[in-house]
C-alpha cells in the first residue's frame, strides 16, 4: 500500500473541492450583459501601481507557439533574408506584416492588430540554454522554473511567488482557469487551485426534485470542513480541504458581474472571469490561463496560426480594455509562456517542427519595444532552432522581483532581470 504524504493529500483535497466549487454553468444571460464599449483606450499605460497591489496573469500557451511568426524578420539582414529562405511556405508576407514601435528589423503577425495598439514589450530568442524538443520535458521545465533540469522541484514556478506574497488568511492566491490543477501554481504555503472558466464559482446543483436540496448540500459540506477533537492527521486534512474549497466558493460567487466584448470561446471565457478577479480585492495575485488552442502547427501552419492569433488578439484586447475602463489596469500584467518556439526551417505540409528559442510578449505597464537580441537565423543549433539569448530564468527573475518585489533567489534558481521593461521610480 502506498502512503499518501501530507502535502499530497491536501492537494487533492483541494482539487477535489474547487473542482465542485466551480462545476455549475454560468448562464447565458449574465454571460451576455455586455458594457458598451469604451472607445480611445488604445494609450499606453503609463502608471504602475504600487507592487502590494499588482496582479499576474499568464497565457499559458502550451504546444509550442511560435514566436517568430507572431514577430517575424523583416528587410535586408542576413536574418532576414535566412527567414524568407528557409520558410518558403511558411514566411508572413513583409507587406502584410504591422509596423511596431519603429522597428526596421522586426515586424508583428498581421492578426496582431488589436494587441499591437495596447504597445507591447516583445521578449526575443528567449528559451533554455540545453533545450529539450519533447513538449512533456519543457512544459515541466516551464511550470516548475527548473531551466535545465538541474533543479527538480514539487513546487511551480508561480506557486513559489504565491508562497511569497500571499497569506495563509486568503481563500486563493494563485488561480489556474482551466479544467484542471496547473503544477505551474503547486505552492507549500499558501493556497492555490483551479477554477471551471464556464463557472460562477458556486457549490453544483445535482438535479435534485426534493426542494431545498442544494441547501442540504451545502450544509453539509460546511459539516465536513469542521474540525473534530481527537481526529487523525488525514481526517484533519481532509477537512481543511473542504474548508479551502468552500471559502474560495464563497468569494467567487461575489465576483463582480461579467463585462466588455469577449469572444464566445474558452480563452474569452477565461479571460472573462480574470477580469473579474482582478475586479475585486480579494487576495488572488497570479492567474493561470491555459490557452487551449492550436499552437503545434506541424501542417498548415499559416492558416491555422493565424486563425489562433486572431482568437488570442480579440479575447486580450477586451481583457486590456476592460483593465483601463474599470481603472485597474496599472495593476494587471499580461505576460505570455511557451514550452518552446517552431523550428525555423519549415517542413514538406506546410507546418513547422519543435523548436526551441522564441519571442514572447508582455503587456500593461510596460516600456513598448523589444527586448533581447534579435534571432540570429545564420547561426542554428544542431537541429536548426533559434539559439536563446536570453532564458528562461532571465523571464522569470524579471517577474519575481521587478513585477512583485520578490527576490529572485527565493523563487528561481540563477536569473537576471530584463532591464528596463518596467518604469520602477
Request: proline fraction near 7%.
Amino acid at each position: 500500500m502506498k502512503l499518501v504524504n501530507r502535502r499530497q493529500f491536501l492537494e487533492m483535497g483541494l482539487i477535489a473541492g474547487a473542482g465542485v466549487a466551480a462545476a455549475a454553468t454560468l448562464p447565458e444571460a449574465a454571460l451576455g450583459a455586455r458594457k458598451p464599449r469604451v472607445r480611445d483606450l488604445h494609450k499606453r499605460i503609463r502608471r504602475i501601481a504600487p507592487v502590494g497591489t499588482r496582479r499576474l496573469v499568464v497565457l499559458d500557451c502550451g504546444g509550442g507557439n511560435d514566436g517568430l511568426s507572431m514577430f517575424p524578420l523583416k528587410g535586408s539582414s542576413a536574418s532576414a533574408q535566412k527567414y524568407r529562405e528557409l520558410r518558403p511556405r511558411t514566411a508572413i508576407p513583409e507587406e502584410s506584416m504591422l509596423p511596431i514601435h519603429g522597428s526596421d528589423i522586426m515586424g508583428m503577425h498581421p492578426s496582431l492588430s488589436r494587441i499591437r495598439a495596447w504597445n507591447p514589450a516583445i521578449v526575443t530568442s528567449i528559451g533554455v540554454s540545453r533545450p529539450d524538443l519533447s513538449h512533456f520535458e519543457m512544459m515541466r521545465r516551464w511550470w516548475s522554473g527548473d531551466q535545465d533540469s538541474l533543479h527538480v522541484t514539487p513546487t511551480g514556478f508561480l506557486g513559489r511567488v504565491c508562497d511569497e506574497i500571499g497569506s495563509l488568511s486568503d481563500p486563493a492566491v494563485g488561480v489556474s482557469l482551466g479544467y484542471g490543477p496547473s503544477p505551474a501554481l503547486n505552492a507549500k504555503k499558501v493556497t492555490t487551485l483551479s477554477m471551471n472558466p464556464y463557472s460562477d464559482g458556486s457549490f453544483p446543483s445535482f438535479g435534485w426534485d426534493e426542494p431545498n436540496m442544494d441547501e442540504v448540500w451545502v450544509a453539509a459540506w460546511n459539516r465536513m470542513a469542521e474540525r473534530a477533537d481527537n481526529e487523525t492527521v488525514p481526517f484533519t486534512i481532509a477537512r481543511d480541504g473542504c474548508a479551502y474549497a468552500k471559502r474560495f466558493s464563497d468569494l467567487a460567487v461575489d465576483l463582480p458581474s461579467p463585462g466588455g466584448d469577449y469572444p464566445g470561446n474558452d480563452l474569452g471565457y477565461q479571460l472573462t472571469l480574470a477580469a473579474r478577479m482582478c475586479r475585486q480585492e480579494n487576495g488572488i495575485r497570479v492567474i493561470h490561463i491555459p490557452v487551449y488552442a492550436d499552437f503545434d502547427t506541424h501542417d498548415q501552419h499559416r492558416t491555422r496560426h493565424a486563425e489562433v492569433l486572431t482568437s488570442i488578439d480579440q479575447a486580450v484586447d477586451a481583457f486590456m480594455a476592460e483593465m483601463v475602463a474599470t481603472g485597474h489596469a496599472d495593476e494587471v500584467l499580461v505576460v505570455m509562456t511557451s514550452e518552446f518556439g517552431r523550428r525555423v526551417m519549415d517542413n514538406e505540409s506546410d507546418g513547422l517542427d519543435h523548436g526551441a528559442g522564441s519571442n514572447l510578449l508582455l503587456l500593461g505597464p510596460v516600456n513598448p519595444g523589444f527586448y533581447g537580441e534579435t534571432p540570429d537565423l545564420t547561426t542554428l543549433d544542431r537541429d536548426d532552432n533559434i539559439i536563446a539569448s536570453l532564458h528562461m530564468n532571465d523571464y522569470y527573475a524579471t517577474i519575481a522581483e521587478d513585477w512583485f518585489g520578490v527576490p529572485r533567489a527565493d523563487v528561481i534558481s540563477g536569473g537576471t532581470p530584463i532591464p528596463a521593461l518596467f518604469d520602477l521610480t
